[in-house]
C-alpha cells in the first residue's frame, strides 16, 4: 500500500535559522511528488511538483529536493511568515487521488 | 472563475439533518476531487470525478456520503443523517485530466460542525 510519511510533525524555528522538512514515500509507480503550504482556516496551496529523482524547484527560501525514496523541502533563512502546516503528496499509476501525508506544522519566531 | 470555489465556508448543522457541500471547479479542469480534513488529520480522500466516466467512490466513508458531478462542472457533496464524527473541512480541487500526473488545486474548503 502506497504510504506518505512527514518529520518531524513540528518544528520550530529562530527566524534565520535554516532546516530541512523530510517526506518519505513508498508507492508503486511514482507519478509525481507535491509540495503545498497550509495556512490555519485555508486550503493548501502549491508550491513545487517533482517528477523524477534528482529534481530540484526553488521558490524564494524554499527548495525542493527528490530522491527514490524521499524528497526535502529545504528552509534557507526562514521568516516568521513562513510559519505553516506544509504538506507531502505523491500521485501514483495505482490511483486517482494524491495521498498526502500528515504534514510538518513549522513555526518560525521572529 | 481564478480559482476553485466552495461554499458555504462555514455550515453548523444538527445530528440527523442531510446537508450539501458546493464546488465550482477551475474553469477547463476536467478533474475534480473531494477530500476531508478531520482537526489536527491529513488529507483524506473521498471521490474523484474525471470527465464524463464513472467517478472513483472508494474513499468515501460511508453510504451517507454521495456525490455528483452536474455538466461536467459543478459538483455537489452530500452527506445524509449527518454525525458528529462529520465533522471536519471538506476541501474540493481541482486538475487538469486526472491521470496525467498533473497539479491538483484546492479551494478554501468548507468547515463542517455537527452538533
Known amino acids: 500500500e502506497d504510504q506518505v510519511t512527514q518529520s518531524p510533525e513540528a518544528l520550530r524555528l529562530q527566524e534565520g535559522e535554516s532546516s530541512s522538512l523530510n517526506c518519505s514515500y513508498t508507492v508503486s509507480g511514482l507519478r509525481g511528488l507535491f509540495w503545498y503550504r497550509q495556512d490555519p482556516g485555508k486550503g493548501p496551496e502549491f508550491l513545487f511538483t517533482?517528477?523524477?529523482a534528482g529534481e530540484e524547484k526553488e521558490k524564494e527560501r524554499l527548495k525542493a529536493t527528490l530522491t527514490k525514496k524521499e524528497s526535502f523541502l529545504h528552509i534557507t533563512a526562514p521568516k516568521p511568515e513562513d510559519s505553516a502546516t506544509y504538506l507531502c503528496?505523491?500521485?501514483?499509476?495505482?490511483?486517482?487521488?494524491?495521498?498526502f501525508g500528515a504534514g510538518t506544522r513549522l513555526t518560525v519566531k521572529p | 472563475g481564478a480559482g476553485v470555489s466552495q461554499s458555504p465556508s462555514n455550515k453548523v448543522t444538527e445530528k440527523g439533518k442531510d446537508v450539501e457541500l458546493r464546488c465550482d471547479p477551475i474553469s477547463g479542469h476536467t478533474a475534480l476531487y473531494w477530500y476531508r480534513q478531520s482537526l489536527g488529520q491529513g488529507l483524506e480522500f473521498l471521490i474523484y470525478f474525471q470527465g464524463n466516466s464513472a467517478p472513483d467512490k472508494s474513499g468515501l466513508p460511508s453510504d451517507r456520503f454521495s456525490a455528483e458531478r452536474t455538466g461536467g462542472s459543478v459538483s455537489t457533496l452530500t452527506i445524509q443523517r449527518t454525525q458528529q464524527e462529520d465533522s471536519a473541512v471538506y476541501l474540493c480541487?481541482?486538475?487538469?485530466?486526472?491521470?496525467?500526473?498533473?497539479?491538483?488545486?484546492f479551494g478554501e474548503g468548507s468547515w463542517l460542525t455537527v452538533v
Open positions: 503528496a505523491v500521485r501514483t499509476y495505482n490511483n486517482n487521488d494524491m495521498r
Open positions: 517533482l517528477y523524477s
Open positions: 480541487a481541482s486538475s487538469l485530466a486526472g491521470a496525467a500526473g498533473n497539479t491538483i488545486y
